[in-house]
């Protein structure tokens, strides 16, 4: 990495545990994680390796137990959760496993509600935009429950990119969806990840789909593994 690249995403040494009725349990142990800035980086392992605690700690969801994490420059440790999710606004954007539509929200509505959460005067005109751009003009006043899960994905990749973030975090974006629809859903991530700049972070156990980023992290028990 050149010393002047800007790291969107900078972690250093951090670990979770968590308390369980058999005691306590190291979910996550001493993890380095470098993200610069329109990189992409996939996190992989089986499922219970801690994959998802990792991203929500390198997204501010969640605090470790030890360690730093920076996200854009600004230390996490003394944020509140307002602080966090203010850092977050306008800047990062998630796609899911389950795609998270409001169910009486059209799809256009559903694009749109970040944007005017945001105070962006423009966010229908932004919202339909970010449709076309994933093949669903069509779909713009339907319902989610009208749409496939392949065109409810596509849905939250459009209400992900539109706020324009400099950062996505992904977490199994493909895990709902068949082998075919998948593919077409992973391409149209990055396709928007390569034009726009984004710097991506994606959770998978699909190891083709890991491949197409730029670094892998295997995690096994909490570790990560060479």
Known sequence: MNSGT???VEASDISKQVLTAAGELSVLDAIDVQLPAGESLAIVGESGSGKT???SLLAGL???????ISLFGRRLKGLDEDGRAALRLGRVG???????????FTALENVAAPLELAGNRAAMAKARAALERVGLAH????LPRQLSGG???RVALARAFAIGPRLLFADEPTGNLDQNTGARVADLL??????TGTSL???THDLRLAARCQTQIRLEAGRRIA
Request: hydrophobic share 40%; glycine share 2%.
């Open 53 to 55: 605690t990792l991203l």
């Open 190 to 195: 990055f396709e928007l990840n390569r034009d």
């Open 151 to 153: 065109e409810q994905q």
């Open 94 to 104: 998630f796609v899911f496993q389950a795609f998270h539509l409001l169910p009486s």
């Open 62 to 68: 969640d605090q470790p137990s030890s360690g730093e």
């Open 6 to 8: 800007e790291l969107v």
């Open 201 to 203: 972070i994606l959770v």
């Open 139 to 142: 779909r713009l006043d339907h």
